[in-house]
């Protein structure tokens, strides 16, 4: 396999490559962007052109610079021994394989995808979807040998990618629906997945039927059969081994597992917590499950929420805190798709800790989640501050009020303790505040020990206002 013939170099080394705005010459999809997806169909062969690439829409060289367009891409696929379970493991191929042409960056899948093209590649002639949809190929054929044919669509007009945009959904949904019919206790094998390590090298997801990938495009049955398929690639099995703790989803094979592939960096999970030995996240995930401690509950933003969450922070700033591979108590990268999973969160009080979701997050999972809380959890067309959600709340009596009560008593009881008697050495209080100074949550770190060269208490004086 041969690319001497593009304008710019293709080929793994470059994957995890950056393209700031200032650098971009035309972004494709992306949060500002309404419609966009990416989906890989199996055909017969009769039913597609080897090698052909078809575009709907402005070419790159008709597109403006700096300018946003959605974008569409349709990859058909055929051979012998292809089946329609691949489709979902060979369409997360899209984001490793475009990811390897030197001047472009793809980000998510399904229907969050979003793509940069550099002002430099452009410059060195990449200015056609041509190109990039016979790179695809190319990738496709070489990578995967059981793919004989295949051929790609873009589709970037607002008008063409309506109906492809819609089909696309569809599936989305049927595959959706085909993995809430089993569980974790159901199998005797767990799956993981590593396509995101250019951009996360401590990363690596686990999936189980409980836990679609973070990404929300591979479940249990897209990557029982990729390992399948290709033993040696991106996606792997992992015994489950001994269950270390049932609640919390602590597996001695996944420890290993994250162990190994993490170099070291992580050796403990649990599966079903996002406070306590939280799986790690990549970046693309569909969106963040935050822990909020001014009401002692949770809310989830998902990347395509264009406003500040309930906590004052957009999707954006908290992806930044998330992501990378790392373990984040309080951020959790999560699907869609998790959810609406009996095993959600269930180490931290499960679905019942929810306060805050998107408007368009409840709609789309409210039907798979119980009758009695769905009204309980506020969107923003409810609250606009955590005054507001803290007041919706009692309103609503949410099941986390009831944790206040208990909160509130054993801060009494910790007051009292430390009026009456002396500070154990080693044990030290101190406050957070929350968004805007209002809330917070105590912290007290016992029998710790600490060195520093300085202690700096400085007090934070509110501004004046301006005179005018």
């Given at each position: 396999m041969s690319f001497s013939d593009m304008p710019v170099d293709v080929g793994p080394v470059y994957e995890g490559e950056r393209i700031r705005a200032k650098q971009m010459y035309v972004e494709l999809?992306?949060?500002?962007?309404?419609?966009?997806?990416?989906?890989?169909?199996?055909?017969?062969?009769?039913?597609?052109?080897?090698?052909?690439?078809l575009i709907h829409g402005p070419d790159l060289k008709d597109m403006k610079e700096g300018e946003r367009y959605p974008i569409g891409i349709l990859v058909e696929v055929a051979g012998?021994?292809?089946?329609?379970?691949?489709e979902a493991v060979f369409e997360r191929r899209v984001h490793e394989f475009c990811n390897f042409v030197n001047g472009i960056m793809h980000l998510n899948q399904r229907y969050t995808n979003w793509m940069r093209l550099s002002k430099s590649a452009y410059e060195k002639g990449f200015n056609s979807l041509n190109l990039l949809g016979t790179i695809?190929?190319?990738?496709?054929?070489a990578e995967l040998p059981i793919i004989k044919q295949a051929q790609v669509t873009f589709y970037t007009d607002p008008k063409d990618i309506i109906k492809p945009y819609e089909m696309a959904l569809e599936i989305y949904n049927k595959r959706d629906e085909r993995a809430r019919t089993i569980h974790d206790e159901d199998v005797d094998m767990f799956y993981g997945c590593v396509l995101c390590q250019s951009f996360a090298p401590t990363h690596a997801c686990c999936i189980t039927p409980d836990r679609t990938s973070l990404c929300g495009s591979i479940n249990w049955f897209d990557a029982r059969a990729a390992a399948k398929v290709d033993p040696k690639g991106p996606i792997f099995e992992i015994p489950p081994g001994k269950c270390l703790n049932e609640e919390a989803g602590e597996f001695t094979g996944v420890n290993e597992m994250i162990k190994k592939r993490s170099l070291?960096?992580?050796?403990?999970?649990y599966l079903y917590s996002g406070m306590e030995f939280p799986h790690t996240s990549c970046g693309c995930f569909e969106a963040i499950d935050f822990y909020i401690?001014?009401?002692n509950g949770h809310g989830i933003v998902d990347r395509n929420y264009p406003d500040v969450a309930i906590n004052g922070l957009p999707f954006s700033a908290m992806a930044n805190q998330t992501g990378?591979?790392?373990?984040?108590?309080?951020?959790n990268g999560v699907s869609i798709q998790y959810i609406v999973s009996p095993k959600y969160q269930a180490y931290d009080g499960g679905i019942e800790t929810v306060v805050w979701m998107p408007k368009t997050v409840k709609d789309r999972v409210g039907e798979f989640l119980p009758p009695e809380l769905l009204p309980k959890i506020a969107t923003e067309e409810e609250v606009k501050d955590l005054n507001q959600l803290k007041e919706f709340l009692k309103e609503k009596n949410h099941p986390i009020v009831e944790t206040w009560v208990e909160m509130e008593e054993e801060e009494e009881e910790e007051e009292y303790a430390e009026e009456g008697a002396m500070v154990p050495m080693g044990t030290i209080g101190m406050t957070i505040p929350g968004v805007g100074g209002a809330g917070g949550f105590k912290i007290i770190l016992k029998n710790c020990k600490i060195h520093a060269e300085a202690v700096i208490i400085k007090k934070i004086e509110p501004k004046g206002k301006k005179k005018k």
């Open positions: 999809g992306g949060p500002k962007v309404e419609k966009h997806f990416e989906l890989v169909r199996v055909k017969e062969p009769k039913e597609i052109k080897d090698g052909q690439v012998p021994e292809l089946e329609v379970d691949l695809l190929i190319r990738l496709y054929k070291g960096e992580i050796d403990r999970i401690p001014e009401v990378g591979g790392k373990q984040m108590p309080g951020f």
